[in-house]
C-alpha cells in the first residue's frame, strides 16, 4: 500500500538545519492497524504528515501502490490526501462555525459528490460513531469524546484506505479513550491505520504493529513487510470546491461575526451611497430639464432670423475646440503662420423656395406658426405729441402664432400660456391684442401706445382704445433716390388711408407657466393684418425704387460690397418694407418633442447640399438649453464622482485589511480543508466567496440606504424649489454600482486570499 524509501526531511531556519527524519525505509499493508512510538521531538507527527502528503520530504522517496510522488504537483496532493487519507487529530480539528454534520459532509463536497448522496453517507458515519441525534448541533455543543467520534466519521466519510490518528486520545479521559480505540480498532479491519502515540499500553492493546522511533530514525519494526506481499494500482480523482460550498462555508462564518459584517458592510457601502445619491440627483435633474425642454417646445420654438445665428451644433464645436484651442498657445518654434481668410455669410438667404419647402415638408409636424418681418409704422397720439411706436424702447409689438400654412387663425399657443383676462381673441385684421405684465401693471411706454393718460383703468376701459397704422406711402418721403421716415405729426396721424387698430382683449401669463414664459407689456397683431399690409405695400413707391437699386434706399449702402450676401441682404430690407416676399424671421412650433427632432432633420437636409452662402441656419432653443445643462450636470456629476470614488477605493483597501484578518482568524481552518483535500485555490476560493458576500451585501445596503435618504433629500428640494421627486435612481445605476462594489471588494480581498492559499497546511493546523 505505502512505502517510504530513505525518505529525509530536513528543516531550515536562516544557516541552522534541523533533521526531523533519517533515511526512513518502510512499508504498510492496505490492511493493518500500526501504532508509531518514540519520545517527543523523535518524528512521529512529521512522518505522519509526510505519509498524509501534507508535508513534503526533502529526500527519498513516498510510493503509493508502487507509484513515486516525486513528481507530484500540488493537486495531485491535494487528490491524494481527499480520496486516500482520512485525518484523525489530537485537536479535533473540526471547523467551528458549521454543524457536525456540515463537517464530515465536507470530504466529500471537496471530492463532488452530489447532496443527497453527502447527507445520506454522513447520516450513516453519525449514526455509527453514536452521534446521530447531535448532528445539528456545532462543535463548541459537544464534549471532547463526542468531537473525536465526529472527526473519525468526517475521516471515514470518503472512504479512504488509509486512516492517520495523530494523538487520537491524547486531549481525552481514559473511559473515553478506550471507547475511542475500539472505534479505530474497527476501523482497521479493512483500513490502514497509521497512529502516533506516545503511549505503550495503547499500542500494545490496540495495535497489530508497532514502530518505535529515535531521534528521526526507526529503531524498531514489530512486523515489518515482506518484499513479495501484494502490490496494488494507483488511481486517484481530482477534488474540486464549487463557488457555492465557498459560499456557504464563508456565509456560516460571516454568521457568527454579524457586528463586524454589518459595520464592515456599511462601511464599504459609503462609496455607494455617495455615487448613488449623486447620480440619482443628476438623473433626475436631468429628467427635469429633458422635461422643460418638452414643455417649452412650443414656448421656445425653433428660430430662424434674417442674420445667420449660431447653430447648436457649431457651439458645442467651439466649446470642444475651445480646449484644443489652449493647447496651440505660447508656441516654442520661431514661426509666424498667416490666418486662413475664411469667408462666412452673414444673412440667411429665406427665399420663396425655401418657404415652399417648409410649406411640403414641415406642415405635418407643426402646431403653429409665426412669421416676422419689418415693424408696423404705427402712430399714436399721447398728450398732444404724436410718437411712432417703433421709438418706445420698453414696449413689445409683434404678430400672433398662427395654427399652420392654411390656416391663420390664432395658435393654441396663446391659450396653452395666456389667461384671457377680458374681451376675445383678435380674428380680424384691424383687432389687436394686449399682454399686461404679472402685477398688472404697465410700463410708461405702453400708457402711451395705448393713450392711457390716468394712472388706472379698468379692464373695460382698456377695451376699443385704437392705434393708427401708416402705410409706407405715407410714413416715408424721398430725396433724390433716397427715402426717409416722415416726422410724426397731426397729419400723418390723420390721414384717411390709414388703418384704425382696436384692441378687443387683454391677456396675462399664467401663473403655473411663469418659469417657462417672461411676461411683457405687449401688442399682438394678426398673421391676417400682416398679409392685408403685404397687398399694399408690394406696389408702395419705396418697395419698387429698392426693386430697381442696387444700393439701399434707406442707408445708401451698396449691396455688391456684401459680396456673395448682396442678394439675401437686399431681400431682407424688401422684407421689412413689407413687400410680398418671404419673411425675414420664422418661428416654428412643433406638436409635440418628436416633431420637433423630425423638423431639425427635414432643416438639415434642406442645407445638405447647400454653398456658405445660401443655407438657412436655425436654433433649437430648447435643446440648446438643454445641451449646455446637460453638459453642466455632467461636469458636476463626473466631479463628485471621483470624490465619492475615493472612499470606494479606500473601502477597497479596508476589505484588504479585514480579509486578511479574516485569514488570520481562519488559519486553523485552512489546514483543516488542505487536510481534506482542498486545493489552494479553493482555499482563495473560500476567502473570495466572503469577499464577495460582503462585497455584494455593502453594495445592497449601499442601494438600500441611497433609496431611504433620498426620501427626506427630495422633501427638501420641494420645498427649496418646487419640484418633485428629483431624486431618482436608475435602476441600471443600482445594477452598475452593485457589480462595482463588487469588483472592488473582490479586488481589495484578492491579495488575502492568495496569501491565504500560500499557508503551509502543517503550520496552519497547529495555530489555534
Request: negative net charge.
Given at each position: 500500500m505505502l512505502e517510504l524509501k530513505n525518505i529525509t526531511k530536513i528543516y531550515k531556519t536562516g544557516t541552522f538545519k534541523q533533521k526531523a527524519l533519517n533515511n526512513i525505509d518502510l512499508k504498510f499493508r492496505s490492511n493493518e492497524f500500526v501504532a508509531i512510538l518514540g519520545p517527543s521531538g523523535s518524528g512521529k507527527t512529521t512522518l505522519l504528515n509526510i505519509i498524509g502528503g501534507l508535508d513534503r520530504y526533502t529526500n527519498g522517496d513516498l510510493l503509493i501502490k508502487g507509484k513515486s510522488t516525486k513528481n507530484f504537483k500540488d493537486k495531485d496532493w491535494d487528490a491524494y490526501r481527499n480520496k486516500s487519507v482520512g485525518f484523525v487529530f489530537q485537536s479535533y480539528n473540526l471547523i467551528p462555525h458549521i454543524d457536525i454534520l456540515s463537517n464530515i459532509e465536507m470530504g466529500m463536497t471537496l471530492s463532488g459528490k452530489r447532496k443527497n448522496v453527502r447527507r445520506k453517507k454522513a447520516i450513516e458515519l453519525l449514526n455509527k460513531v453514536g452521534l446521530k441525534d447531535h448532528k445539528n448541533k456545532k462543535p463548541?455543543?459537544?464534549?471532547?469524546?463526542?468531537?473525536?467520534?465526529?472527526?473519525?466519521?468526517?475521516?471515514?466519510?470518503?472512504?479512504?484506505?488509509?486512516?492517520?490518528?495523530?494523538?487520537?486520545?491524547?486531549?481525552?479521559?481514559?473511559?473515553?479513550?478506550?471507547?475511542?480505540?475500539?472505534?479505530?480498532?474497527?476501523?482497521?479491519?479493512?483500513?490502514?491505520?497509521?497512529?502516533?502515540?506516545?503511549?505503550?499500553?495503547?499500542?500494545?492493546?490496540?495495535?497489530?504493529?508497532?514502530?518505535?522511533?529515535?531521534?528521526?530514525?526507526?529503531?524498531?519494526?514489530?512486523?515489518?513487510?515482506?518484499?513479495?506481499?501484494?502490490?496494488?494500482?494507483?488511481?486517484?480523482?481530482?477534488?474540486?470546491?464549487?463557488?457555492?460550498?465557498?459560499?456557504?462555508?464563508?456565509?456560516?462564518?460571516?454568521?457568527?461575526?454579524?457586528?463586524?459584517?454589518?459595520?464592515?458592510?456599511?462601511?464599504?457601502?459609503?462609496?455607494?451611497?455617495?455615487?448613488?445619491?449623486?447620480?440619482?440627483?443628476?438623473?433626475?435633474?436631468?429628467?427635469?430639464?429633458?422635461?422643460?425642454?418638452?414643455?417649452?417646445?412650443?414656448?421656445?420654438?425653433?428660430?430662424?432670423?434674417?442674420?445667420?445665428?449660431?447653430?447648436?451644433?457649431?457651439?458645442?464645436?467651439?466649446?470642444?475646440?475651445?480646449?484644443?484651442?489652449?493647447?496651440?498657445?505660447?508656441?516654442?518654434?520661431?514661426?509666424?503662420?498667416?490666418?486662413?481668410?475664411?469667408?462666412?455669410?452673414?444673412?440667411?438667404?429665406?427665399?420663396?423656395?425655401?418657404?415652399?419647402?417648409?410649406?411640403?415638408?414641415?406642415?405635418?409636424?407643426?402646431?403653429?406658426?409665426?412669421?416676422?418681418?419689418?415693424?408696423?409704422?404705427?402712430?399714436?397720439?399721447?398728450?398732444?405729441?404724436?410718437?411712432?411706436?417703433?421709438?418706445?424702447?420698453?414696449?413689445?409689438?409683434?404678430?400672433?402664432?398662427?395654427?399652420?400654412?392654411?390656416?391663420?387663425?390664432?395658435?393654441?399657443?396663446?391659450?396653452?400660456?395666456?389667461?384671457?383676462?377680458?374681451?376675445?381673441?383678435?380674428?380680424?385684421?384691424?383687432?389687436?391684442?394686449?399682454?399686461?405684465?404679472?402685477?398688472?401693471?404697465?410700463?410708461?411706454?405702453?400708457a402711451k401706445a395705448l393713450e392711457l393718460e390716468n394712472n388706472e383703468y379698468t379692464f373695460e376701459d382698456i377695451l376699443g382704445k385704437e392705434i393708427k397704422l401708416v402705410f409706407n406711402d405715407i410714413y416715408y418721403s424721398s430725396y433724390q433716390d433716397m427715402y426717409f421716415p416722415n416726422e410724426a405729426s397731426r397729419e400723418i396721424y390723420d390721414n384717411y388711408n390709414n388703418l384704425t387698430l382696436k384692441v378687443v382683449g387683454i391677456i396675462r401669463v399664467k401663473k403655473e407657466k411663469k418659469s417657462i414664459v417672461s411676461s411683457n407689456n405687449s401688442i399682438y397683431y394678426t398673421q391676417k393684418l400682416v398679409d392685408y399690409v403685404h397687398s399694399i405695400e408690394k406696389d408702395s413707391k419705396i418697395v419698387v425704387a429698392q426693386r430697381n437699386s442696387d444700393k439701399s434706399v434707406l442707408t445708401g449702402e451698396v449691396f455688391s460690397s456684401y459680396g456673395d450676401d448682396?442678394?439675401?441682404?437686399?431681400?431682407?430690407?424688401?422684407?421689412?418694407?413689407?413687400?410680398?416676399?418671404?419673411?425675414?424671421?420664422?418661428?416654428l412650433y412643433p406638436k409635440d418633442f418628436d416633431s420637433k427632432d423630425e423638423i431639425v432633420k427635414l432643416l438639415d437636409k434642406y442645407n445638405k447640399d447647400k454653398d456658405e452662402y445660401t443655407k438657412v441656419t436655425y436654433v433649437d432653443e430648447a435643446a440648446l438649453i438643454s445641451s449646455v445643462t446637460s453638459g453642466i450636470m455632467d461636469g458636476i456629476t463626473i466631479v463628485l464622482i471621483a470624490f465619492s470614488s475615493i472612499s470606494l477605493i479606500v473601502s477597497s483597501i479596508m476589505l484588504g485589511i479585514i480579509t486578511y484578518i479574516s485569514v488570520l482568524e481562519r488559519t486553523k481552518e485552512i489546514g483543516i480543508l488542505r487536510s481534506l483535500g482542498a486545493r489552494k485555490k479553493d482555499i482563495s476560493r473560500v476567502f473570495n466567496a466572503e469577499v464577495f458576500i460582503i462585497g455584494l451585501t455593502s453594495g445592497i445596503l449601499g442601494i438600500v440606504i441611497a433609496l431611504i435618504l433620498l426620501i427626506p433629500i427630495n422633501k427638501l428640494l420641494y420645498n427649496l424649489t418646487d419640484l418633485t421627486n428629483v431624486g431618482i435612481l436608475d435602476p441600471i445605476h443600482a445594477i452598475v454600482l452593485i457589480i462595482i462594489s463588487l469588483i472592488l471588494t473582490l479586488m481589495g480581498g484578492s491579495i488575502p486570499s492568495y496569501l491565504a492559499s500560500k499557508k503551509d497546511p502543517v503550520i496552519a493546523l497547529r495555530t489555534e
Open positions: 463548541n455543543q459537544l464534549s471532547g469524546g463526542q468531537m473525536q467520534r465526529v472527526a473519525i466519521a468526517r475521516a471515514l466519510a470518503n472512504n479512504p484506505e488509509i486512516i492517520l490518528a495523530d494523538e487520537p486520545t491524547g486531549a481525552l479521559d481514559t473511559k473515553t479513550s478506550k471507547q475511542i480505540m475500539e472505534l479505530i480498532k474497527e476501523v482497521s479491519k479493512d483500513k490502514l491505520v497509521i497512529m502516533v502515540t506516545h503511549n505503550p499500553e495503547i499500542a500494545k492493546a490496540y495495535a497489530d504493529r508497532i514502530i518505535s522511533m529515535q531521534d528521526g530514525k526507526v529503531i524498531d519494526d514489530s512486523n515489518p513487510v515482506t518484499d513479495n506481499e501484494l502490490k496494488e494500482e494507483y488511481k486517484l480523482k481530482r477534488t474540486k470546491m464549487s463557488f457555492l460550498t465557498a459560499l456557504s462555508l464563508s456565509l456560516n462564518n460571516i454568521l457568527t461575526k454579524k457586528g463586524r459584517t454589518i459595520l464592515t458592510s456599511f462601511a464599504s457601502s459609503i462609496g455607494i451611497i455617495g455615487i448613488a445619491l449623486i447620480l440619482s440627483l443628476s438623473n433626475g435633474f436631468q429628467k427635469q430639464i429633458d422635461k422643460f425642454e418638452k414643455d417649452t417646445s412650443d414656448a421656445m420654438p425653433i428660430f430662424i432670423s434674417p442674420m445667420k445665428m449660431i447653430s447648436n451644433e457649431t457651439i458645442e464645436e467651439e466649446m470642444t475646440s475651445f480646449t484644443t484651442q489652449k493647447d496651440n498657445l505660447y508656441p516654442t518654434d520661431e514661426k509666424i503662420k498667416v490666418k486662413e481668410d475664411t469667408k462666412t455669410s452673414s444673412f440667411n438667404y429665406i427665399t420663396g423656395d425655401y418657404m415652399e419647402y417648409l410649406k411640403d415638408n414641415i406642415k405635418d409636424y407643426t402646431s403653429s406658426l409665426m412669421f416676422g418681418y419689418g415693424s408696423l409704422n404705427m402712430i399714436q397720439n399721447y398728450k398732444g405729441e404724436y410718437t411712432y411706436l417703433s421709438s418706445l424702447s420698453d414696449l413689445n409689438i409683434q404678430v400672433l402664432p398662427f395654427k399652420s400654412f392654411d390656416d391663420l387663425s390664432i395658435s393654441s399657443i396663446i391659450t396653452d400660456y395666456y389667461d384671457l383676462l377680458y374681451g376675445k381673441m383678435p380674428e380680424e385684421k384691424d383687432e389687436i391684442l394686449i399682454e399686461i405684465s404679472n402685477d398688472n401693471i404697465v410700463s410708461v411706454d405702453f448682396a442678394l439675401a441682404y437686399k431681400k431682407m430690407i424688401l422684407a421689412r418694407l413689407y413687400d410680398d416676399v418671404a419673411p425675414t424671421d420664422l418661428y
